[in-house]
């Protein structure tokens, strides 16, 4: 069994950064995706951004110049950097971990809420 630990949301301004981590612990395949998603109210999940094992990155259109995503292979951690943060980035964000034959996993998720 796999568990995702997140943290980082919070309540930040327009133009404000965040940074959030998503600590995987349990039965890893070492080939694996981690990715983060958000789901805002009335709205379906979206992938924001995902890296693969071998360092590959991946973004939304709406994110991409304003987030970073990045990977500590030794401690299974994702970051994700947000800066210049839009109210619209205002969402629930949920870790994922793609764990090669093995399955998907998720995070419980974090609030992140851009308001002035």
């Known amino acids: 069994q796999v568990q995702l630990v997140e943290s980082g949301g919070g309540l930040v301004q327009p133009g404000g950064s965040l940074r959030l981590s998503c600590t995987a612990s349990?039965?890893?395949?070492?080939?694996?995706?981690m990715n983060w998603y958000r789901q805002a109210p009335g709205k379906e999940r979206e992938l924001v951004a995902g890296v693969a094992s071998g360092g590959t990155a991946k973004y939304a259109d709406s994110v991409k110049g304003r987030f970073t995503i990045s990977r500590d292979g030794a401690k299974n951690t994702v970051y994700l950097q947000m800066n210049n943060l839009k109210p619209e980035d205002t969402a629930v964000y949920y870790c994922?971990?793609?764990?090669?034959?093995?399955?998907?996993?998720w995070g419980q998720g974090t609030q992140v809420t851009v308001s002035s």
């Open positions: 994922n971990l793609r764990n090669g034959p093995w399955g998907i996993d």
């Open positions: 349990g039965r890893i395949f070492s080939i694996n995706d």
